[in-house]
């Protein structure tokens, strides 16, 4: 079984999402130093919406609390870091470190 070398970013999602809505997607990267990704959207003249604090007085209680999440992931300490941020929002967790039950 082969293990990932580590978190990944996704980037194949994102930059098949940002196809889809048809945005750009920028990197610049420096030997030894890392990359910084950039995704250019066009501004909304849409009306603001609400804060976030205000939409949560509007609705009290966590949306997430409850339900019941699946996780996989190769990567164990990816895995136990969606697993402890999920169960903090009180979801409850199952976990593989595989797709075999």
Known sequence: MKVSDGLGLGLSIVERIAKILELSISVNSAIGKGSVFSVSMPISNSPPI?????????????????????????????????????TTWGCKVIAFNNGNA
């Open 50 to 86: 609400q804060a976030f604090e205000e939409q949560r007085k509007t609705k009290p209680g966590n949306v997430l609390a409850g339900l019941l999440i699946i996780c996989v992931d190769d990567n164990e300490q990816s895995l136990a870091g969606v697993q402890e941020l999920l």
